[in-house]
């Protein structure tokens, strides 16, 4: 397990290739059940939350958001900056409307921001 977030009774846990799963903590018997198909082959490094979706950044620098609430929810595509080299490390997180994250490749590292209050949001 590669990243882990709490969201009510439920425990999410990624992994490190590319799946998430959910294991709800109040049902006697219960097993971990995967959140639709595998996310992204690179791997899913870091968890976050924000509201009821669940943020999930990828090895290859792809964020990703799935909403909990959906009646058939799936995996959608936040943004990405595939090609240039980075990958997430480790550090999603939420404040507000906005998503943080850290990405880094060998010895360098930048922050980057995505306000999902904005009409037309990137990274």
Do not use: C, H, R
Not at 2 to 23: C, D, E, I, W
Not at 68 to 77: D, L, N
Not at 81 to 94: C, E, F, P, V
């Amino acid at each position: 397990v590669l990243a882990q977030v709490g969201l009510g009774n439920k425990l999410y846990a990624a992994t490190a290739n590319g799946n998430v799963f959910s294991f709800d903590l109040i049902s006697p018997g219960a097993t971990w059940q995967q959140l639709g198909s595998t996310v992204d082959n690179a791997g899913i490094y870091s968890l976050t939350l924000l509201g009821n979706k669940i943020i999930a950044g990828s090895g290859d620098s792809t964020i990703y958001s799935y909403d909990t609430t959906a009646s058939s929810p799936t995996w959608t595509i936040l943004g990405s900056k595939i090609g240039s080299g980075q990958y997430i490390s480790y550090g999603l997180t939420t404040i507000g409307s906005k998503i943080y994250v850290a990405l880094g490749a060998a010895t360098f590292a930048y922050v980057d921001v995505y306000d999902t209050s904005e009409a037309n949001p990137s990274w």
